[in-house]
């Protein structure tokens, strides 16, 4: 099947939630989209509904943060709760990681404690992997933030041999996504970004292209304040 684009407008007083359980369906609120045989249904919402406090909070002091330096196949990690082994960096702590640099089969574990949060801080991050460039299978919550000019970009392989994370960007927990940069995402097995509980998504710039899914989403997809230029499949799947 042909892929799909859509070019899609949700400004900070706009918000798009998609319900992926069971059923799917669609909710914009005053939201300029271009879609491509795509159907969408406009209602109010109340974004308090759907978004928290924590979820616009894109705050970080880099000075305490834990630093993970990309460099080709493997990376230089500074700081508490994170470790490097050859090409594999894993993260076991609440805390602020800041990823920099560039990288060709690293991969990003976040392994963390189920009350844990995890903030990463994408300042001009690239990483290509043969699986998901970043996989975050245990923690309470991970906040990613686009740092604010930066161009941050995440790809996985056709050969990605996870079915569970098969995406550039996995998340087994709840995930939210924010901040003021742009983040290019490159689903080449199957997804973009794969969230096996909810995705929040509430600010930056995104150029999403997948094989299959945009987001491929189990619980719920809320989205506001944000710029998107998709070409996939289909924008969203869930119920998975």
Not at 130 to 153: K, P, R
């Amino acid at each position: 099947m042909k892929s799909k684009k859509w070019t899609l407008l949700a400004t900070s007083l706009t918000a798009i939630v998609l319900m992926a359980a069971c059923a799917q369906s669609t909710t914009t609120s005053n939201t300029n989209a271009t879609t491509n045989s795509a159907t969408t249904t406009a209602t109010k919402t109340n974004q308090s509904s759907y978004f928290t406090e924590k979820d616009n909070d894109t705050s970080y002091d880099e000075s305490t943060a834990s630093k993970i330096e990309l460099s080709g196949s493997s990376a230089n990690v500074f700081g508490d709760g994170v470790t490097v082994s050859e090409s594999t960096v894993t993260i076991t702590k609440s805390g602020t990681y800041v990823i920099s640099g560039q990288s060709d089969g690293v991969q990003i574990k976040i392994e963390a404690d189920k009350s844990a949060d995890v903030h990463l801080v994408l300042k001009g991050a690239t990483m290509t992997n043969t699986n998901a460039a970043i996989s975050a299978t245990s923690a309470g919550h991970v906040y990613l933030t686009l740092a604010e000019g930066t161009t941050n970009s995440l790809s996985d392989s056709s050969s990605n041999s996870d079915e569970k994370a098969d995406a550039a960007l996995f998340s087994k927990v709840d995930l939210t996504i924010n901040g003021k940069g742009t983040l290019n995402v490159d689903g080449k097995k199957n997804n973009g970004i794969k969230a096996n509980d909810t995705l929040h998504i509430t600010g930056g710039t995104y150029n999403i292209t997948a094989v299959g899914d945009a987001f491929n989403v189990n619980d719920e997809l809320n989205i506001t304040g944000t710029t998107m230029t998709i070409d996939a499949k289909r924008m969203g799947q869930g119920g998975q």
